[in-house]
């Protein structure tokens, strides 16, 4: 519910994903959040809760999948791909995540402008940037 209402105060669809990213990594690396040590081992939870769960994991996943189908990327790009490797990620950080540097929100945009820009700036990439966020 949270990372839909953050999506539906946008229209531009990277600004779009960029607040799905920022909401998801606040509640992913919130320490008082239950999401991950329920998410990681579904196993350990009981069926009723099991379902409930995979159901809100596959409804969080198809949300991603609209946000990238907005996308305008290259056609040599493959959506799945992106889309898992992005979910990926943002789900892992967990693992490397530490309080007192960037914040979930500032580790959002960093992915998300390494995602759209492939790590370099529009600015000192020069044209060899600016072909590749045209699309040619």
């Keep these: 519910a949270a990372i839909l209402k953050s999506i539906a105060m ?3 669809p990277w600004d779009r994903l960029r607040a799905a990213c920022r909401t ?3 509640i992913q690396l919130d320490p008082q959040s239950l999401t991950v040590p329920l998410m990681e ?3 350990a939870v ?4 099991r379902s409930g769960l995979i159901k809100q994991r596959n409804d969080f996943e198809l ?7 907005d996308l305008n990327l290259s056609p040599a790009v493959d959506r799945s791909i992106f889309r ?13 995540y ?3 540097g960037l914040s979930p929100t500032q580790i959002a945009d960093q992915i998300i402008d390494i995602y759209r820009y492939g790590g370099a700036s529009i600015a000192t990439a020069g044209s060899d940037c600016s072909a590749r966020l045209a699309g040619t």
């Design 24 to 26: 998801h990594l606040e």
């Design 98 to 100: 530490r309080p007192g």
């Design 46 to 49: 009981s069926n009723s809760l």
């Design 63 to 69: 949300m991603f999948t609209s946000l990238v189908a």
């Design 84 to 96: 898992v490797t992005l979910l990926t990620l943002l789900n892992q950080s967990v693992q490397w």
């Design 10 to 12: 946008h229209v531009e």
């Design 41 to 43: 081992d579904l196993n």
